[in-house]
């Protein structure tokens, strides 16, 4: 059976300027949605799609980084189509920007009431870490508070069970993957099966691969996608 498919977002905003190109305009991501909708595809928390009995049809919507445009750009849209979503934050980070791109556009992140707000619409609430620090350059007891704590922060704020992690920049191996595991969360979400280096990267349900969906990403792109997708994962 292949494995579920699930698209990695981040940023929702018109702009003018993205080196990394994180961001997908709001018009283009409204089509994107309408393309998944036309094939009978639903958008999920990773949260639903997990427990899901039967997947058929359920895509899993991810957004890394928890940009304060996810409750102005993409939760209205959510709550159009009546699909769900989960947003990864960075729990020391609420209310700030994402220092970690630089150079590059400054954003604002969510800050605690937002998600708070979002949580209470239905928004599943996953941890993006701590810091956002690269978790394989960082030493053992750093790890532990990157992936412990920024879960204990989340679940006190939400008043909910934090379930799912996002390891930033994609990056795990198998230590980070046990880390997460012991933490107590569910699942973690990576971007790819293999990093750049070759480095060995756990399969299953602690290392979840997902699509990236960028503003380029027309119909034909999203299309070639999810056919390497079913390929890839089979």
């Not at 060995?200 to 999810?226: E, H, N, Q, S």
């Amino acid at each position: 059976m292949p494995a579920d498919l699930v698209l990695m977002y981040h940023s929702v905003e018109p702009y003018t300027a993205d080196p990394y190109q994180v961001t997908v305009r709001p018009e283009r991501f409204e089509r994107q949605l309408h393309w998944l909708r036309r094939r009978g595809l639903r958008g999920v928390s990773m949260r639903e799609l997990l427990r899901a009995d039967d997947r058929a049809g359920l895509v899993g919507l991810t957004f890394d980084d928890g940009y304060r445009d996810f409750v102005t750009h993409v939760m209205p849209v959510l709550a159009r189509y009546g699909w769900s979503a989960t947003v990864f934050v960075v729990a020391g980070a609420l209310g700030g920007t994402n220092d970690w791109d630089r150079p590059g556009p400054d954003k604002p992140l969510m800050t605690a009431d937002e998600v708070c707000t979002a949580a209470a619409a239905g928004i599943e609430i996953g941890s993006h870490s701590l810091h956002h620090r690269r978790l394989t350059g960082v030493e053992d007891g750093a790890l532990d508070a990157e992936v412990r704590r920024s879960r204990a922060i989340l679940c006190e704020l939400t008043g909910q069970d934090v379930d799912g992690f996002c390891y930033p920049y994609g990056d795990v191996a198998a230590r980070e993957a046990d880390a997460v595991r012991a933490a107590g969360y569910g699942y973690g979400c990576a971007v790819r099966r293999s990093v750049p280096d070759g480095r060995y990267v756990p399969d299953g349900r602690y290392a979840i691969a997902r699509t990236f969906v960028g503003d380029r990403d027309t119909a034909p792109r999203l299309y070639a996608k999810w056919i390497r997708h079913r390929v890839v994962s089979r």
